[in-house]
């Protein structure tokens, strides 16, 4: 296997079955050096199961030892300008390198005391941590929760400011109100912090609760505040997770309608404008995208794929960059043919509506599409939709 090819196997998404295995196999490792973790700090084990799980552990070590040697190995095919040992020490010094590198502290006992536990089951648990942080390897989205985070990070400092102020406001207050009444549960104000933390966070352990009539009346004004700011926190990510979608959805289709040949002589500001009216959709193979006799409401452009345009005597085959669904806009005629994916395709797809708005915007591009139409009608002529 070419260091490429191992690159784009250990890239998980790229490789078909092989990576899937890959990654079926990564995920089973994971589980079963956390899962034999967590049973080997089972009290009274025998020493015989003990054994199987210090052996269990040791495969899946060996399994992340390999794991880290690959990806160093392939690192300089992710960073192909840079000379391959500099692209290998950036990777390293990566978050997730540093993850994977972390998961093969287990080997500092084995090397040094000939056993996992040589250094204490706290050891043990500190490492199966770092293995369950590898699941991030199959998590694709989490750049986009980085950045969501980054983004909003100024709303959610405000509002965790606004937190730790009622918190303590709220400690302060019913340590004054309740300090005396109920010494076990606010007597100090660190009681009392552990008090409003509980309530605020609509934790609620019931362990410690107001007696006078008085503290009752601030800890329900407390209980309200922690949910207002609870709702307002998830609200403002929430809101961010959604721009983020957009964002990433926009760019997506930026690439697509780039790399679509129709629209590669337009100025950016077109393409801007085009991206934000298309809608990407892919579609699996031997999926009829419109069907003859049907109303049309949109064409497509073909991004990535191919399809083919049911008509007899031969079917016409459709490729990247090449538009259909155009007459019926043009013609407002009912679909003359059935069209149905060859390949997994992945469609731009312009509504009626739209199309109309770009016939103004864009003449030329919608009378290049006009013009192709009626040569398309002048073929038809001798042909039949099956
Ligand atoms: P529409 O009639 O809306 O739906 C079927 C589509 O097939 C049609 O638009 C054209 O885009 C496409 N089509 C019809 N005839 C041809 C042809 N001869 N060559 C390529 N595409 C065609």
Redesign the pocket.
Known sequence: MTRREAYLKLRWGVGGPATLGLRLGHLAAIAVGVGATAWATTPDLSSELTSTLNEMRAAVLAIFTVEYLARAWTAPEGAETAPPWTARVVWMTSGMAVVDLLALAPWLPLLAGGSFDAFGSSYDDLCAAFWIVKLAHHVPEQAIVVRVLANARVSVLSVLTIFAMIMVIAAVTMHLIEGTANPAAFGTLPKALWWAVVTLTTTGYGDEVPLTVAGRIVASAVMVCGISVLAILAGILVTGYAQEARREEFLRTWRLVASVPFFKALPPSAIAEITGILKASTYPAGAAV?R?G?P?DK?FFIAEGEVE?R?KPEP?R?KIG??????????Q???????ATVTSTTLLALDVADFLILAGRLPELTEAIEAA?K???E??KD?T?V
């Open positions: 419109v003859v049907d049309g064409m345009v008509l016409v459709l090449d538009f259909f669904g155009e007459l019926a806009l043009i013609t005629q009912p679909r003359g043919a059935t069209v139409g040569q398309r009608l073929e038809d042909m939709p």
